[in-house]
T-cell receptor
Framework: GQNIDQPTEMTATEGAIVQINCTYQ??????LFWYQQHAGEAPTFLSY??LDGLEEKGRFSSFLSRSKGYSYLLLKELQMKDSASYLC??????????WGAGTKLIIKP | NAGVTQTPKFRILKIGQSMTLQCTQD?????MYWYRQDPGMGLKLIYY???????DKGEVPNGYNVSRSTTEDFPLRLELAAPSQTSVYFC???????????????FGAGSRLTVL
């Protein structure tokens, strides 16, 4: 079966750095997405990786290793507004999007 | 642009009742989707559409129906509501990013449905 694993919850301190991991086992691979979802709101697009390596976008970076079935989202200079759930999703060989359950990130002052 | 608009935001149904969740987008996106989100689980695809007049089942279509008569509108119908359909429903549309080629989803604000 197809599977995406992420930690359920993480806690970090304002101003610090946090890394949210995502491992996947899917039938084929055509790209990996990270979305941010604040409580009670809709998911919003953060990043996309299709080739191995690091994609940097301001305070957020996303890394992909296709051979290891692994990605991480790196958040720097954490702010209170970064408290949210972070959803990892993979596009499989049929271009269907498979979603992880999300990682709830709690930021403490 | 309003983006993706869903109504209603909240609804309580009795078992066996029917209702339609409305979804409309003003971005001229061809692809539209309905997802449900349950606590502790990833988003599950109910139905999707690649364009007006074309719809396809997703992972969890049972108990739902959709139609796509126009590019803008993609309503989701629950015919006989069951407690298992208590969930948060998201409508989304997607575009292909011109630089990365990624199929990026834009979501509506969600509809919280409770079936009692």
């Amino acid at each position: 079966g197809q599977n995406i694993d992420q930690p359920t919850e993480m806690t970090a301190t304002e101003g610090a750095i946090v890394q949210i991991n995502c491992t996947y086992q899917t039938s084929g691979f055509n790209g990996l997405f990270w979305y941010q979802q604040h409580a009670g709101e809709a998911p919003t697009f953060l990043s996309y990786n299709v080739l191995d390596g690091l994609e940097e976008k301001g305070r957020f970076s996303s890394f992909l290793s296709r051979s290891k079935g692994y990605s991480y989202l790196l958040l720097k200079e954490l702010q209170m507004k970064d408290s949210a759930s972070y959803l990892c999703a993979v596009t499989d060989s049929n271009y269907q999007l498979i979603w992880g359950a999300g990682t709830k990130l709690i930021i403490k002052p | 642009n309003a983006g993706v608009t869903q109504t209603p935001k909240f609804r309580i149904l009795k078992i066996g009742q029917s209702m339609t969740l409305q979804c409309t987008q003003d971005m001229n996106h061809n692809y539209m989707y309905w997802y449900r989100q349950d606590p502790g689980m990833g988003l599950k695809l109910i139905y999707y559409s690649v364009g007006a007049g074309i719809t396809d089942k997703g992972e969890v279509p049972n108990g739902y129906n959709v139609s796509r008569s126009t590019t803008e509108d993609f309503p989701l119908r629950l015919e006989l509501a069951a407690p298992s359909q208590t969930s948060v429903y998201f409508c989304a549309s997607s575009y292909s990013d011109s630089i990365s080629g990624a199929n990026v989803l834009t979501f509506g604000a969600g509809s919280r449905l409770t079936v009692l």
